[in-house]
């Protein structure tokens, strides 16, 4: 690929609100932001994360897993109608992956007794760096993993290590 995925031209607006595959692999227009929409996408994850968070452990685990696997439809229907892999837009990966960073703040997993906001601000920036940096195996992952399982499948990796690190780091603290 000679071209880098900032360089893939944005898909026009109302196309993206108008197909309920790109409304929601778009994370409900969040992956239009003019920079770092996987950033934008990730705020998205807060209020799923509220909608979600009353749920207990074991729930809060199967509901980010069924939202997982939708994911993968979703990603991969939108990739299919754009006809481009894993489009920079497409943040319903960053919305899962931050939600499985946040399981560590579902009483019941041992995770960090902080402030709700202080360990939903630590999940953004943990889940964040990991999805950024992408260290091994999440950049292997992400490289060779196609379809909607490859759009996904980083991100969720990049949650769980994020969600070791915040856990490890509520251990510390």
Do not use: N
């Amino acid at each position: 690929m000679t071209s880098s995925k900032k360089d893939m031209p944005r898909p026009p607006a109302r196309l993206v609100m108008t197909t309920p595959e790109h409304l929601l692999a778009f994370g409900f227009g969040a992956g239009l932001a003019p920079f770092e929409p996987g950033t934008f996408g990730t705020l998205v994850g807060i209020p799923f994360f509220f909608a979600l968070a009353w749920l207990p452990l074991e729930a809060y685990l199967i509901a980010v897993g069924l939202l997982f696997v939708f994911g993968c439809w979703v990603c991969g229907a939108s990739s299919r109608l754009l006809q481009v892999h894993d489009y920079p837009g497409f943040v319903f990966d960053e919305i899962v992956g931050y939600l499985v960073t946040c399981a560590v703040l579902i009483p019941g997993l041992g995770g960090p007794d902080w402030h709700r906001a202080l360990g939903l601000l630590a999940a953004f920036v943990l889940f964040r760096l990991f999805d950024i940096l992408k260290p091994w195996p999440i950049r292997l992952l992400d490289r060779h993993v196609h379809g909607g399982l490859g759009i996904m499948i980083d991100d969720a990796v990049a949650g769980a290590a994020a969600a070791v690190a915040l856990w490890g780091l509520g251990r510390i603290i």
